[in-house]
């Protein structure tokens, strides 16, 4: 029995050309966006903003900045949970800056066998 490819579904060495050279670009444009992304910054708060995080692409932690009033000897506890609190959102802020920006690129491709990978 004989299989019939639909109208372009060929797997002519044209065809399998233009595949690698959309796959190579996406490729290109995934580094772009990754160099950009590792460029930017972002301010996060937690506490009402008495605990200021901020943070760059590659999840670094450039600062953390506290409001005086938090800063209480007797109450280490909270402070040490509201800057927990403050990375992890800034974390997490990254994260989904970085998930839509590549979203941009990739579409919703998605590859049978890789669920997730794109």
Request: glycine share 10%.
């Amino acid at each position: 029995m004989k299989v019939r490819l639909p109208q372009g579904m060929g797997g002519g060495p044209s065809n399998m050309q233009a595949m690698l050279k959309q796959a190579q670009k996406m490729q290109e444009d995934m580094a772009a966006k990754q160099e950009e992304l590792e460029a930017c910054e972002y301010d996060v708060s937690a506490g009402g903003g008495v605990v200021n995080v901020k943070i760059n692409g590659k999840k670094e932690i450039l600062s953390v900045k506290l409001a005086e009033e938090i800063v209480d000897p007797d109450d280490i506890e909270t402070l040490e949970d509201l800057i927990v609190a403050a990375v992890n959102e800034a974390i997490k802020k990254v994260e989904t800056d970085a998930s839509a920006k590549m979203q941009e690129i990739t579409g919703a491709m998605n590859m049978p066998g890789f669920p997730g990978l794109f």
